[in-house]
């Protein structure tokens, strides 16, 4: 699997935006990017995914490098609630990938 | 949120003894995965089902065998629980297994072998 980098942690103060930044640079054509995120003692939970555009939904929105060797996910405007270990993960779009490959992440502290 | 659970929540058993964990889903997906989370390792796979009585072998399945004679349930069972099974277990489920598929996890496992 191609393999991601992330720092290790971030912080950010409440009801600022947040920008997570993910450097894949041995990505395939056809890795899709995916972030999930952990919050403290539940199951990783999905946030976003992206192939070449950028991406929003009502979590996050995902920019994506144009020559898709890097992303950034971007909290608009960070609330307490969104303190948790942020993991960006290459997914290939052909069958046969069946596991999430999940690194050690970025923790992100949210400052009140 | 999907439909999942685990039980038990958390469990604490000896060296030697066998334990089975269970993972139910209502959302009649097909994929359904066991991870362990161990510090410094991240999730990691165990094994994982493309259908009823259909699984195969993840990354780090010695010691672990699964059943999946329905299709909302997956049972993960340590024949003969050690030390080194003590982690967090996750259950995981989809609907698809490709690069647009996203996996749906549990609330967790704690299990730990005395």
């Known amino acids: 699997d191609a393999k991601t980098t992330q720092p290790n942690s971030m912080e950010s103060n409440e009801e600022e935006p947040v920008h997570l930044p993910c450097n894949h640079s041995?990505?395939?054509?056809?890795?899709?990017i995916h972030w999930y995120r952990q919050l403290p003692s539940q199951g990783p939970e999905y946030v976003i995914h992206?192939?070449?555009s950028n991406v929003n939904n009502r979590m996050a929105s995902l920019a994506i490098a144009e020559d898709r060797k890097s992303s950034t996910l971007i909290l608009h405007r960070a609330t307490l609630r969104d303190a948790a270990v942020y993991y960006c993960?290459?997914?290939?779009?052909?069958?046969?990938?069946?596991?999430?490959?999940f690194g050690t992440g970025t923790r992100l502290t949210i400052i009140p | 949120d999907a439909g999942i659970t685990q039980s038990p929540r958390h469990k604490v058993t000896e060296t030697g003894t066998p334990v089975t964990l269970r993972c139910h889903q209502t959302?009649?997906?097909?994929?359904m995965y066991w991870y362990r989370q161990d510090p410094g390792h991240g999730l990691r796979l165990i094994h994982y089902?493309?259908?009823?009585?259909?699984?195969d072998k993840g990354e780090v399945s010695d010691g672990y065998s699964v059943s999946r004679s329905k299709t909302e349930d997956f049972l993960l069972t340590l024949e003969s629980a050690t030390s080194s099974q003590t982690s967090v277990y996750f259950c995981?489920?989809?609907?698809?297994?490709?690069?647009?598929?996203?996996?749906?996890f549990g609330p967790g496992t704690r299990l730990t072998v005395l």
């Open positions: 993960i290459l997914r290939d779009t052909n069958f046969g990938n069946e596991k999430l490959t």
């Open positions: 041995t990505i395939s054509g056809t890795d899709y």
């Open positions: 992206g192939l070449t």
């Open positions: 959302e009649n997906h097909r994929y």
């Open positions: 089902s493309y259908g009823v009585k259909d699984t």
């Open positions: 995981a489920i989809a609907s698809g297994r490709g690069g647009t598929d996203t996996q749906y």
